[in-house]
């Protein structure tokens, strides 16, 4: 145990290599971050407008999102009535601002994708430094990620995943930047002679607050970020017990139970109020759906004080009640053990038309991971899962958790038959990317080992096959011309991808 009155000196290193943070983000760190952040940016940006008309479930989301520009709510023009909705608003709200700004057309509607799409690239670059500690690394994270087929697609329409993706990632990165706040806090203290078991106090914890904002508003896009919500808590209290831990706390065990404890119910309530908040014009709206529903069913002439709550908390029932029970077949529906595999890609847009020097020329938008990247996955979680154990690596848990998160509940809604689609996985994409770097990491190896030349070679290969792969499926992921030949060489499972 240090006293009180030890030197700085008189830290141990391990001590302060556990609990120091890995500092500011590098010059070079920043000019890869935007290199790769800038080629998925214009990469998302050529022909962002095509097709001119909405595909898919833009049909949904654009029109919506245009209700609530003008009304507050989403609204039945032909009928004159409220429409009643099953997601909450903000994605809407955010596909609103490009309308906003450029207007009610097809790049209205889809550049607010662009913006969030392009945002998460940065974000998860600059998480997979201070994770890794190596500019090399955190590029790949960056550019596996802009070359991701799914995640391209998703960031060229306006539908809710990319929101709800890109709002999961921002509180990855506080969380990520809380971890290292409060540790190294703990550091200061002790060097500074401060007893451990004094219960001093680490300081606001400003990222964890704002990474409890930030899931609270992943919720209010769809409320499945409600599982990462739920990881991040405990992940919170679990970085506050290892820092007590290397800090050197006798009894870290029995003070971060109830400290994590009440961090996790503050993290819930700090999410819940950014929830509700995304409701905000329809708490101030007068024609929303429900809006009124106890005044209405109990023939009250006007509601009550707590009635809006008890309205939304009556709506939020009914949606639940038709999540649980959506069994509508659809012809590009799947399950989640076909997601890593690219069993049932989903066709968003599919015309012959264009020129491409043949006949017949197909455009085609398919909803389709990188295929050499998304089959990479499933060996990358393995060897994570070895290397976490091997040794005892919070960072390979914490991914590792954070990709499970994205797709294990929904297995639990397939004895229901509920119906799924393949862009559910997208929340798990930039995990299942960090698993895959990760790995090279390990493959690499750090500086001075014999491996490190091959082990850069096989990592640079590799990322340079996903580019190579992802240039040859983009004419299917942005609509272009090609000819039926072209077209079906890309088909490489066959029927499971037309």
């Known amino acids: 145990m240090i006293s009180a009155g ?49 595909i898919f479930d833009e049909v949904y989301y654009a029109n919506e999102a245009w209700d609530l520009l003008q009304r507050g709510v989403e609204w039945n023009p032909e009928e004159g009535t409220p429409q009643y909705v099953v997601h909450p608003p903000l994605g809407k709200w955010m596909i609103g601002l490009g309308e906003q700004l450029f207007g009610y057309n097809s790049f209205g509607w889809r550049i607010a994708a662009v913006t969030v799409g392009a945002a ?35 960031s060229r329409v306006a539908l809710l995943d990319v929101f709800l993706m890109f709002w999961i990632v921002v509180a990855f990165f506080f969380l990520v930047l809380d971890r290292e706040q409060r540790r190294r806090r703990w550091l200061a203290l002790v060097e500074a002679g401060a007893d451990p078991d004094r219960r001093p106090r680490p300081g606001f914890p400003w990222y964890r607050i704002l990474c409890a904002v930030s899931l609270g508003l992943a919720c209010g896009v769809k409320w499945s970020g409600l599982w990462y919500l739920l990881l991040f808590a405990v992940a919170a209290a679990v970085f506050d017990m290892g820092a007590r831990r290397s800090a050197g706390v006798r009894r870290w065990v029995a003070e971060s139970i109830p400290a994590g404890v009440g961090w996790c119910l503050a993290f819930a309530g700090v999410a819940l109020v950014a929830y509700v908040a995304t409701w905000a014009g329809w708490f101030a709206s007068g024609d929303g759906y429900f809006r009124h529903w106890y005044a209405e069913a109990n023939g009250l002439p006007h509601d009550r004080l707590i009635d809006p709550l008890v309205n939304l908390f009556h709506y939020h029932k009914e949606a639940y009640g038709f999540h649980t029970t959506l069994q509508s077949p659809h012809p590009y529906q799947s399950w989640p053990w076909q997601w890593l595999l690219l069993g049932r890609p989903v ?94 990491g390990a493959i690499v190896g750090p500086a001075g080992t014999p491996r490190r030349t091959v082990g850069a070679a096989v990592a640079g290969v590799y990322v340079l096959l996903v580019a190579a792969c992802f240039a040859y499926f983009y004419p299917i992921y942005s609509g272009l011309g090609v000819t039926a030949a072209e077209w079906l060489s890309r088909m490489w499972l066959g029927s499971r991808w037309i």
Request: glycine share 8%.
């Open 347 to 440: 066709l968003f847009y599919s015309v012959q038309a264009g020129s491409c020097g043949a006949e017949a020329c197909y455009q085609q938008i398919l909803l389709l991971g990188t295929p050499l990247l998304w089959w990479s996955f499933l060996p990358a979680l393995a060897a994570l899962g070895w290397l976490a154990i091997a040794r005892r690596d919070g960072r390979a848990w914490l991914i590792m958790a954070g990709a499970l998160t994205g797709i294990l509940p929904w297995f639990n809604e397939m004895p229901e038959h509920r119906t799924m689609f393949y862009f559910y996985a997208l929340p798990a994409e930039p995990f299942l990317v960090l698993a895959v770097v990760y790995v090279l």
């Open 120 to 154: 998460s690239i940065l974000l998860i670059t600059l998480a997979a430094w201070r994770l890794f500690r190596s500019t090399v690394l955190a590029g790949a994270a960056g550019l596996l990620m802009a070359l991701d087929g799914m995640h391209f697609v998703l």
């Open 6 to 54: 030890s030197t700085v000196a008189s830290v141990p290193d391990i001590v302060r290599r556990r609990l120091a943070g890995p500092g500011r983000f590098p010059p070079e760190l920043w000019l890869t971050a935007i290199l790769v952040t800038g080629v998925g940016l214009v990469l998302r940006l050529v022909n962002l407008a095509h097709p001119r008309e909405v």
